[in-house]
């Protein structure tokens, strides 16, 4: 049976890193139905919509999604529903993606990368579940209005709605305790109880799901001190679970630890595990077109899709140790390049993927 997948390149760097993860797929002799359309600023220019009609049936009607990145400054005068970052939070939405997986991985070979002395960052491996489809991002009302009284009436408003049902905060809890099942059996929920009534709901309910998870540790951890943990004692942390405004900043700030974002998959999954698999980067309109961007994170999503959507791990497995095998080879793009490495393009990296693969 051929597997559907979109492949959804998108703006900036997108389409030429996903020209390398469509090189490296090909290359694994499955049968692959590969199909793409445009998204985000592209698919504006093209349709105007960020996200249009046919893009959309495309990705409901497919296994898996393989996206690129969105984005570029020259839509920032739009309207916020024709921006480029709508199509994304759209697909979220509309194919129930709710369970966001961002692992944040230093590779040994790229100890040097991160901005944090290497002791305190050498080894790092921690999965932040994110979240994905709650919370304020979607919340209702929201928008900006009049205020009828208290301090400040007479005046306008801009205002959002943080919301979660007990349902979303059970099905992501159950993917973080899962997730943590499989790894070092740690689960950190973040949240901001002692502020938030959402957060403090938040907080109950993972603690009755974690009833059925005797073998995980659950801890809890205000985000504040959480953003100050992660650049503190990484390591401390295996699994994180979080909503998704603090999963969004979290996860950059855990990527970031890395120092080579250009290296990190992330994958988003609804409950029938269909899924969203895109670099945790984006779209770097500045350096897109120049063949130097980093296709490393791109072909670690496919991976990840293979493993994840397809149920094809030893597939997952043969693309994540041909990329192992090149960093040891010393090659580099030029975000994660440092002396006594080689320096290479979007496409040598591609190549070297595929060599190593075979
Ligand atoms: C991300 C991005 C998106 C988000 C933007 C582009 C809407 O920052 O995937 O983390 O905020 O979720
Ligand atoms: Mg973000």
Request: proline fraction near 5%.
């Amino acid at each position: 049976m051929s597997h559907k997948i979109a492949v959804l390149p998108g703006d900036g760097i997108g389409p030429e890193i996903i020209e390398q993860a469509l090189r490296v797929l090909g290359a694994l002799g499955m049968d692959l139905d590969l199909r793409s359309a445009p998204v985000g600023g592209a698919a504006f220019d093209a349709h105007e919509h960020p996200l249009p009609p046919a893009t959309l049936e495309l990705a409901r009607n497919s296994a898996a999604i393989l996206f690129g990145a969105v984005g570029d400054w020259k839509y920032d005068a739009l309207p916020r529903e024709f921006r480029p970052e709508q199509a994304i939070l759209g697909l979220r939405k509309a194919l129930g993606l709710f369970a966001n997986l961002r692992p944040a991985i230093l590779y040994p070979q790229l100890a040097n990368a991160s901005s944090l002395k290497p002791e305190v960052v050498s080894g790092l491996n921690i999965l932040i579940v994110r979240e994905l489809t709650g919370d304020i991002y979607f919340g209702q009302p929201r928008g900006v209005r009049d205020i009828e009284d208290g301090p400040f009436k007479g005046e306008r408003q801009g205002f959002d709605t943080m919301h979660y049902a007990e349902s979303e905060v059970r099905r992501i809890a159950h993917v973080g305790f899962q997730a943590a099942r499989k790894r070092g059996k740690k689960l950190c929920s973040v949240d901001k109880a002692n502020v938030l009534e959402t957060s403090q709901f938040w907080r109950d309910i993972m603690i009755t799901v974690a009833r059925e998870y005797p073998d995980v540790e659950l801890s809890h951890m205000y985000v504040d001190n959480a953003a100050m943990q992660l650049v503190r004692a990484p390591k401390a942390f295996d699994v994180i679970v979080t909503g998704n405004l603090f999963g969004d900043i979290l996860s950059d700030e855990a990527a970031m630890l890395t120092g080579s974002i250009g290296m990190l998959p992330s994958a988003s999954l609804n409950a029938s595990n269909q899924g969203l698999y895109e670099p945790s980067h984006g779209s770097a309109p500045d350096i897109a077109g120049q063949n130097i961007a980093n296709p490393l994170a791109t072909i670690l999503s496919a991976a990840m899709l293979l493993r994840y959507s397809l149920n094809e791990a030893g597939q997952a497995d043969r693309i994540e140790t041909a990329v192992q095998a090149v960093l040891e080879q010393g090659l580099r793009t030029a975000d994660i390049h440092e002396d006594g490495t080689t320096r290479v393009s979007t496409s040598e990296m591609g190549d070297a993927v595929l060599k190593a693969l075979k």
